[in-house]
């Protein structure tokens, strides 16, 4: 039997059980690590979440981040999870700032000092930002992909694919799209096997609401829709700023069905990055048993130590879910 302490935690809502590396054994390998993804991560038979964030403190940089989708697939990059795994690092660390190694960069992580709330927010780096096709990847002959017509996905919409550096494909809709069943049949054909997209794609769906806000939808690969998605939410700004409908080095709200984040998109010396500002809190501290031959778990023990976050945290998703009822006449998208 495996003992497995974990933290669940969220950014936006979109959930996840941070796991330290140093409560798992030496010997624990990468498809061990996927197996207990799947298992714990399901929904129904498992605890629940989007995904596994496996956290070390120290090493070359601050710490790790190590990021796998609850299909068991690792993505490089997962902004709302960098802010839960962010937060850990730096209070582990007890520093003001941190680096924290991902997949495919080394990314800060700071406290932010949020007026309004008392909720720990915390701003991460999202970087580099790729737009060659390749890096996604994407079969295109096109050297980018902006604002294009995608006739084999829509003859209406207009797509832009970018990374950062976990790929995403972008559109900016109408309320009607965001309404509508065109989301989900979109995102499932370029996440399942097509000539376009050989490791599929994270698709979002954006709707400016007014200036300095939108909206933004995000069926996720490797996961299906989820309430937020960080490098989404990021990438999404981006593309709203090439689209003409803001600016850069300007913050943006972006409302997501968990809540909002702000954004800033800077874009000096040639070089684009996001800095992506919003909650990582921790629900609840948790341990479970595992038979990883037999795929079982056992003696779940959930201990609640941070009820009055999460209190505080309802608030301000209410404040989001205000916004989007008034927007879309229904408080989830
Ligand atoms: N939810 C994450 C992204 C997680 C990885 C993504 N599903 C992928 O496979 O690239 C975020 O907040 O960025």
Not at 76 to 85: I, P, W, Y
Not at 218 to 240: D, I, Q
Not at 256 to 264: A, D, F, K, R, S
Not at 276 to 292: A, K, P, Q, R
Request: net charge negative.
């Amino acid at each position: 039997m495996l003992n497995v302490p974990f933290k669940k935690v969220h950014g936006s809502r979109n959930d996840f059980l941070l796991i330290d590396h140093k409560d798992l054994p030496s010997s624990f390998t990468y498809q061990q690590k996927q197996q207990l993804t799947v298992l714990l991560c399901d929904r129904e038979n498992g605890i629940g979440a989007d995904g596994i964030l496996f956290v070390s403190v120290g090493g070359r940089t601050d710490g790790v981040m190590q990021i796998f989708n609850s299909d068991g697939s690792e993505a490089s990059m997962c902004g709302n999870g960098l802010r839960c795994a962010g937060r850990y690092i730096l209070e582990k660390t007890g520093k003001d700032q941190v680096i924290v190694e991902t997949l495919k960069a080394d990314l800060y992580v700071k406290k932010y000092h949020e007026t309004k709330t008392d909720i720990p927010f915390y701003q991460v780096e999202i970087s580099p930002v790729l737009f060659e096709p390749t890096s996604l990847p994407m079969k295109s002959n096109l050297e980018k992909v902006v604002n294009e017509k995608l006739d084999y996905l829509s003859h209406e919409l207009t797509f832009t694919a970018v990374a950062v550096p976990n790929p995403h494909l972008i559109s900016i809709v109408t309320k009607e799209i965001l309404l509508s069943e065109e989301q989900g049949r979109i995102a499932k054909y370029v996440n399942g096997e097509n000539p376009y997209f050989p490791d599929g794609v994270n698709v979002s769906f954006v709707y400016p609401i007014k200036a300095g806000e939108v909206f933004v939808n995000t069926y996720e690969r490797g996961v299906g829709f989820t309430n937020a998605c960080g490098t989404a939410m990021s990438a999404s700004s981006l593309v709203t700023i090439l689209q003409g409908l803001h600016q850069f080095e300007k913050p943006l709200v972006v409302y997501n069905n968990g809540g909002y984040v702000q954004t800033i998109v800077h874009n000096q010396n040639g070089k684009q990055w996001i800095d992506l500002i919003g909650n990582g809190t921790y629900s609840f501290d948790g341990n479970v048993e595992v038979d990883m031959e037999k795929a079982l778990m056992t003696n779940l023990e959930k201990t609640y130590h941070y009820d009055e976050e999460e209190l505080q945290y309802q608030q301000m998703e209410k404040k989001a879910k205000d916004v989007i009822l008034s927007v879309f006449g229904k408080e989830q998208i």
